[in-house]
């Protein structure tokens, strides 16, 4: 199963991510670690769409392997959530402008979310796994 954690930087993405991981005993992707192995700076439209493709390849390797795999990334606009594909969808809504200009002007909410969270706290890891866990 593939779960994309998406949003603004700074939103919580590796937080909830990070903590997320260990409840579902998943693989996990940060984008930070992806861009870094690529040596892949590029955060233009056309890199932006790169990066939702490296993540869905890393993605779908784990999947084909029965794996909950978790990827954190900012997926600023639909047609990179559409590329990616997943399975479930989490929005860190918790903020309303991130510390970089372009992405805010780029970023489009998504279409749908499975789970929209508004705020950071210690227990929404808790209840995804607990959703997730039930309906596998």
């Given amino acids: ?11 919580g993405k590796t937080y909830l991510a990070e903590r997320l991981q260990p409840l579902l005993k998943a693989a996990w992707y940060n984008a930070d670690h992806v861009r870094r192995m690529a040596n892949d700076w ?3 439209k056309d890199g932006r769409l790169r990066q939702s493709l490296r993540m869905k390849a890393f993605a779908d390797f784990e999947k084909s392997y029965s794996r909950f795999v978790i990827c954190d990334f900012i997926c600023p606009t639909r047609e990179a959530q559409r590329i990616f594909e997943p399975d479930i969808m989490i929005w860190m809504d918790t903020i309303k402008e991130g510390r970089f200009d372009d992405t805010n002007k780029m970023f489009e909410h998504p279409e749908r ?16 796994a607990d959703k997730i866990l039930q309906n596998v």
């Fill in 1 to 11: 199963m593939k779960i994309l954690v998406m949003g603004l930087p700074g939103s």
């Fill in 113 to 128: 979310a499975d789970f929209h969270i508004k705020e950071w706290n210690n227990s929404n890891h808790k209840m995804i």
């Fill in 42 to 44: 590029d955060f233009s």
